[in-house]
């Protein structure tokens, strides 16, 4: 169909905007615990973090830096579905042909890579914001500004490849199990919204 790519782009972007609004007081908790760890008692806990953050800064406080990480996973999401997609039909996916589960593997670690590159800048922007204290920074672009004037352009990618490493094998299992289990679901159902379902799908259907 026309424009499918920018079907699976707009549904990503407000996937990925929405659930990272919901959980963001849960990321920033988790990124303060990877950047501080525990205090020198040890008496750090998810209560008393929690409770520092609020005392610092207000409820507000809990969603600081979610701007900036809906900016990064909207888009973030939408590239991965999208070039999920692409990669599909680059290997041979047709509307009457089904690709096999490994070579869904291969097109989501390669869509999961793309994506990562691309929105990795916004990555380590976001945790700045994230972790930053009252007025540290001003705004996304006084944040930008200082990170690029202070440690370089280099700073952006800091990081970038052992996330990769992390992000490639992820995606692919990911997107791969995914889709594997939804084909999977709907022939057991007794329908499919594609007309082929490839042999491997069809042995796990028939173990049922």
């Avoid at 869509?111 to 972790?131: C, D």
């Amino acid at each position: 169909p026309k424009l499918l790519w920018l079907r699976h782009f707009s549904a990503g972007i407000f996937a990925g905007g929405t659930s990272r609004t919901c959980t963001a007081p849960i990321d920033r908790l988790r990124t303060f615990f990877q950047v501080y760890g525990l205090d020198a008692s040890g008496q750090m806990t998810i209560r008393t973090t929690l409770s520092s953050m609020v005392k610092e800064g207000g409820i507000k406080s809990l969603w600081r830096g979610n701007l900036m990480n809906v900016i990064k996973v909207s888009p973030e999401t939408g590239i991965r579905l999208m070039s999920y997609e692409t990669f599909k039909r680059l290997v041979g996916q047709t509307q009457t042909h089904e690709i096999n589960v490994f070579e869904k593997f291969l097109c989501g670690s390669a869509a999961g890579f793309t994506a990562s590159a691309l929105i990795y800048p916004m990555k380590t922007i976001k945790t700045r914001l994230t972790i930053r204290k009252t007025n540290q920074y001003q705004s996304i672009v006084d944040c930008i500004m200082k990170i690029y004037r202070g440690e370089g352009l280099r700073a952006f990618y800091k990081g970038l490849l052992p996330s990769a490493l992390a992000i490639i094998p992820a995606s692919g299992i990911d997107l791969a199990l995914y889709e594997t289990l939804k084909r999977r679901i709907e022939a057991y159902q007794g329908y499919t919204t594609n007309p082929m379902i490839n042999n491997l799908e069809k042995m796990f259907v028939n173990d049922q």
